[in-house]
């Protein structure tokens, strides 16, 4: 079961080179299981045991289905779609010498070394004019088609004195070279394939004249790895977060209906501050349950009612103890790989876990017979922040922030434990099923509660 998971998240990850691919990958995951697609444009009309999901700017998606009796709250899972990259500027092209460069900047906090000297390649959307319409195409290259080369040791004898990596400088891409060729029309030729968006518009199957937008991002090309003297390791590009937001679709298509409404979330841009039109600072999540509300003739006050018995898992990946590195850990709460679902608290509150949550969250991942540790920064530290506390802002259910533990956070290619997915889909599970209610002042029932279809 443990490698059927782990295998599976190598496919999802594979399929998923950018977020628009990861929204991609689900909606198809979901339309083979029955679930009906919704515009935010069209008008909601929700069946009791219906199965529906909503995408927002092409790499956001929410997830849910209707009871087919009177529901509590919601269980929320939330997790992001995208992951630190090399974003593809627009008129890429740059010649030096002989050679062809692509123009990037970043997208998110990248360790920029690992970038360097192995297969990349492309993939993003692109959007075109068709007939009367303006459709978006997704691009994904898959052929080794850039690298990004590192200066020779001879060149730079200082390189491992530690280097600051300036994007513009250091990190441009090789795409290729214009030879040096004798007529006229094979130098025409030359440099007719050296156009970049000419031969992703070849590639994609459109007219380079009909692209009126794109956004191109570079991706890994190092495919999934599990290794170690028992094979403990999984690795892979974009662990952070795709692993938490595979372990949530598919605890999410596993369970069974309970007695709340089951609510799988992805949101785009965590990595860049979460605040654009699909992040979790926007209003996806709150305008998707009031809707879910609404379309069930429920009143604003029952909405938020059933708020206030519902409960958000932030799922994010959470740093491991580091072999090489053991001292960056807090003193006393030291995650490691293999060992369970890590709950992540900050007193600063950039984790929402509290008391509450976390106690609520532990209870269910007590039911599901999974471990559960916890992280915390060295006191030293600022550590990084999730999609949670930025979510709550919007819609104010109690949140706990849950992830896995993981090594080389940020790297293109990043390492984890090989148990811990079944761990976080099996915990995941029992939430989707559980149900969370308010009976007092600070006082909860959470029950696991299947109703039998
Ligand atoms: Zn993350």
């Known amino acids: 079961m443990e490698k059927m998971y782990v295998e599976d998240l190598f496919r999802f990850i594979e399929n998923s080179p950018t977020a628009f691919h990861a929204v991609d990958t689900m909606k198809k995951k979901l339309e083979a299981r029955g679930y009906t697609g919704l515009l935010e444009s069209g008008n909601w009309k929700l069946e009791a045991g219906g199965k529906y999901y909503a995408v927002r700017n092409g790499s956001s998606l929410i997830a849910f289905r209707i009871p087919k009796a009177d529901f509590k709250g919601f269980q929320i899972m939330a997790s992001h779609s995208d992951s630190p990259c090399l974003k593809i500027k627009e008129n890429p092209e740059l010649k030096s010498e002989a050679y062809v460069k692509l123009n990037v900047e970043k997208y998110g906090g990248m360790l920029c070394a690992t970038w360097f000297d192995r297969p990349l390649s492309v993939a993003g959307r692109v959007v075109v004019r068709e007939n009367d319409r303006i459709t978006t195409k997704l691009v994904h290259m898959k052929s080794d088609l850039l690298m990004i080369p590192s200066l020779a040791i001879h060149m730079n004898r200082e390189a491992n004195d530690g280097y600051k990596y300036n994007v513009q400088k250091d990190m441009l891409p090789l795409y290729g070279m214009y030879g040096k060729r004798e007529s006229e029309e094979s130098r025409q030729t030359d440099a007719a394939g050296m156009d970049f968006m000419g031969m992703i518009a070849r590639e994609t199957g459109v007219n380079a004249d009909a692209i009126l937008g794109s956004e191109l991002y570079l991706y890994n090309r190092m495919t ?69 509300c609404e379309a069930l003739g429920m009143t604003g006050a029952d909405y938020r009612r059933a708020l206030a018995s519902s409960l958000m898992l932030s799922a994010d990946n959470a740093h491991a103890v580091h072999p090489n590195y053991p001292d960056k850990a807090c003193p006393s709460n030291r995650p490691l790989m293999n060992r369970g679902v890590v709950v992540k608290f900050s007193g600063n509150q950039r984790y929402t876990s509290d008391a509450v949550s976390a106690a609520l969250f532990c209870s269910i991942c007590g039911k599901a017979k999974v471990p559960v540790q916890v992280f915390t920064n060295r006191s030293d530290i600022l550590g990084g922040s999730t999609l949670g506390n930025i979510s709550g802002t919007q819609v104010a259910v109690s949140c706990v922030d849950i992830g896995l533990a993981q090594l080389a956070m940020h790297s293109s290619y990043e390492t984890a434990g090989a148990k811990d997915l079944e761990y976080l889909v099996q915990a995941a599970k029992i939430f989707y099923e559980s149900s969370v209610e308010e009976t007092g002042a600070g006082e909860y029932l959470v029950e696991h509660c299947i109703i039998h279809r």
């Open 224 to 292: 999934g790895s599990i290794w170690g003297a028992n094979e403990e390791f999984i690795s892979a590009g974009r662990l952070d977060d795709l692993e938490c937001v595979y372990a949530s679709l598919q605890a999410f298509l596993e369970a069974e209906a309970g007695c709340s409404i089951p609510v799988h979330c992805v949101f785009n841009n965590e990595e860049v501050g979460s605040s654009t039109r699909q992040g979790a600072a926007s209003t996806f999540l709150a305008d998707t349950l009031y809707r879910i």
